[in-house]
């Protein structure tokens, strides 16, 4: 079976980017500032206190100043680079430490800290630095109207269609650091495996649909992900 691989879709979660020093979503207390994290990001929650989700968004984007990324990150565009068949790596991450590590075939379900959204014109641009309140549009030049580019909860993660597709082709799924909470992301393994693909597991403990795996190595994603990949690129 191993032998007939050559499509695979990798997706990644906060666990990836533990080792680099970014809190998970799930494994503190959920807090930040005294607000529970589910009510900072919503849609509602930036129409009722836009400067208290720019602020929290403000902070995690500083906060990629200060981190690198991980083995995980590293081994995983060496993957990119070195794979000769098809790969998609879907993160669920707003951080840019995928990108950084030098990945290419990746998309950003869940969007990226670095970007800003106009909701004026409708244009997606990088953004360094602070947003808040005050942020003007580089495109139309709009003052006020520039939210992160995040998805937020209820509103649809970014290229399902493109995603699904891929789930439908790949001969191998591997699921790495992700708790499989949040829908529509811990539905893929579901989707690839009805579909026939093989499936496989990178968690520090069990995730919540761990039997959906065909196979699951329980460890930290900085020494299984390097491990993997050296296993599949010497097949
Ligand atoms: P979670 O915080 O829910 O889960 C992180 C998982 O990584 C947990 O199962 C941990 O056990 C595991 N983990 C922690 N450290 C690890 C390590 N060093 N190596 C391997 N695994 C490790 O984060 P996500 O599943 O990514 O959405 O959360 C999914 C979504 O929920 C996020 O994208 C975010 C949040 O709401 C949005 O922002 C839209």
């Known amino acids: ?39 900072v990001c919503t849609p509602d929650a930036f129409s009722r206190d836009p400067a208290l989700v720019h602020a929290f968004y403000d902070a995690r984007r500083e906060k990629l100043g200060t981190v690198e990324p991980n083995a995980a990150h590293r081994a ?56 808040g309140v005050g942020a003007e549009c580089s495109a139309c030049g709009t003052v006020g109207a520039v939210r992160p ?17 891929a789930l439908r082709r790949c001969d191998l799924f591997v699921s790495i650091g992700t708790s499989g ?16 693909a093989s499936t496989l597991e990178i968690n520090l403990e069990p995730s919540l649909g761990s039997s959906m795996f065909s196979k699951s190595r329980i460890g930290k994603a900085g020494e299984l992900v390097p491990e993997w990949v050296k296993e599949m690129l010497s097949r």
């Not at 995040?150 to 995603?163: L, Q, S």
Request: net charge negative.
């Open 149 to 165: 580019d995040i998805v937020w909860f209820g509103e649809m993660p970014y290229e399902m269609e493109r995603i699904d597709d």
């Open 181 to 196: 909470a949040v829908y529509p992301a811990a539905g893929f393994v579901q989707t690839a495996r009805y579909c026939g």
């Open 76 to 131: 995983l565009a060496r993957f990119d680079a070195e794979w000769p068949g098809e790969l998609l790596l879907i993160t669920q991450n707003v951080d840019d430490l995928h990108e950084r590590a030098g990945s290419k075939r990746l998309l950003h379900m869940h969007g990226e800290l670095a970007k800003g959204w106009c909701l004026a014109c409708g244009e997606r641009f990088g953004w360094a630095g602070p947003m």
């Open 1 to 39: 079976m191993m032998n007939d691989i050559q499509n695979i879709v990798i997706l990644t979660g906060a666990g990836v980017s533990a080792e680099s020093g970014l809190a998970t979503f799930r494994g503190f207390d959920g807090l930040w500032d005294g607000h529970r994290v589910e009510d």
